[in-house]
């Protein structure tokens, strides 16, 4: 009986995400990318995030990030946005288990997102996408915010730092405005 209904729910779950997904490419919105365990491995050594500071993920699917720089740096304030409904719904019901009180994820168009008052902004999109954020994100910033980029750099802006993984691929991308 209770195999039965932790199916039940799997594909209840399962048939939310695909559909969520479905119509998220449908409107030409990005698909969901996770972040490895390698390349969090290479947050860790390389990112310059200091204790009770503010980051803004957008784009954040599940917040796996955001979980990461509150517990990894003392982030006093992580904030993320997405589209994709299942996602965040999973999430914050196990933010609540796991009392993770600084983090906020909000299902929107990260378009609506207020970017003035963080220090870091994070993003993880594919370049078609990253494209359409330059212009309207580094309009909106504080000057003193830093942008960083995983695995997808800005088109028409020069990275203040470029950090590369044991491979010598260029991973990380930090801009300011």
């Avoid at 933010?95 to 994820?105: E, P």
């Amino acid at each position: 009986m209770i195999l039965i209904v932790v199916l039940s729910v799997f594909i209840i779950f399962l048939g939310s995400y695909l559909r969520n997904s479905f119509q998220a490419s449908k409107k030409g919105l990005p698909p969901y990318l996770n972040t490895y365990p390698r390349q969090r491995y290479l947050f860790r050594k390389n990112l310059p995030v200091h204790k009770g500071s503010t980051i803004l993920d957008l784009g954040c699917g599940d917040g796996t990030m955001l979980r990461l720089f509150e517990k990894e740096y003392g982030c006093k304030k992580a904030v993320g946005y997405d589209i994709n409904n299942f996602a965040i719904r999973r999430w914050k019901f196990i933010n609540k288990i796991l009392w993770k009180k600084n983090i906020t994820l909000i299902h929107d168009d990260l378009f609506r997102a207020d970017l003035t008052w963080y220090d870091y902004v994070y993003l993880f999109l594919l370049p078609d996408f990253m494209e359409k954020v330059e212009p309207r994100l580094f309009e909106r910033i504080d000057p003193e915010t830093v942008v960083i980029c995983n695995a997808f750099p800005f088109l028409n802006r020069q990275p203040t730092k470029i950090v590369t993984d044991k491979k010598g691929k260029e991973r990380l991308f930090f801009y300011k405005k």
